[in-house]
């Protein structure tokens, strides 16, 4: 019986040996080439954390509303005093278009911190990783149209109205038309809108809130203006 138990334990460590080896051996495979990949090397440490929001609704029945996702990039070496807040859209992408072009180049996100910025960004309320509670939210609006798309952001289609800037979108990748591939990438990132987005009453304070008291004062002089142009952007 003893030898039997001193056996068992010897087959046990060769196999975990073996199978220890051959894991080794055989390694992993990187992602397919379909896959667009960047280095992140410059990034120090990332925070992903929610501000604002109350409860609501009925009692007894009470959702969590308002509140806004946020992430944090810091650099490996902080070069600037004061961060950059992207304040994006109340429609659109969201915070990944700040990550990812859609030909697969890192996007602002990333050549902010290269250079030494700490990097905010946010899902406004209702839209993303924020959540939409609806009949308290406003009404959702579907994402873009292909057409809509070709007049505003590639300027690849006169616009069905007045929109003298189209003209201007000379930087487009590729034909900028539904059916290439990197229009049709851009397409699939494009999320809901949120008509009645309350994204400027929760965007300046929920930040500011983040940060030191120096860095709380540099933000309050400008609140007014971020304030503003987040109600510009809201439908």
Known sequence: ????????????LLLLG???????????????????????????????????GKWTTEPSNETMDGAMYGE???PKQITHPY????????????????????????GWAYDFVNRGYIVYM????????????????????????????????????????????????????GTGKMGDPVFDNYART???GVSGCFAHRTLPSAFAKREDSQQIAWFEKRRHAYRDLATAWTP
């Open 1 to 12: 019986m003893k030898w039997s138990a001193v056996l068992s334990v010897l087959i046990t």
């Open 18 to 52: 073996w199978i220890g080896v051959h894991a080794q051996n055989c390694g992993g495979s990187p992602p397919p080439a379909t896959i667009p990949t960047f280095s992140t090397t410059n990034i120090e440490r990332e925070g992903h954390f929610y501000v604002g």
């Open 72 to 74: 944090m990039w810091e």
């Open 83 to 106: 961060p950059v807040v992207f304040v994006e859209p109340s429609a659109g992408q969201g915070e990944y278009e700040l990550m990812r072009t859609p030909d697969g180049r890192a």
């Open 122 to 173: 946010m899902d406004f309320p209702g839209q993303g990783r924020s959540a939409f509670i609806p009949g308290v939210d406003g009404q959702l609006n579907p994402p873009r149209s292909g057409p809509l798309m070709e007049e505003v952001w590639s300027g690849r289609r006169p616009p069905a109205t007045s929109w003298p800037q189209y003209a201007k979108q000379t930087q487009w990748p």
């Open 190 to 192: 494009e999320v809901q």
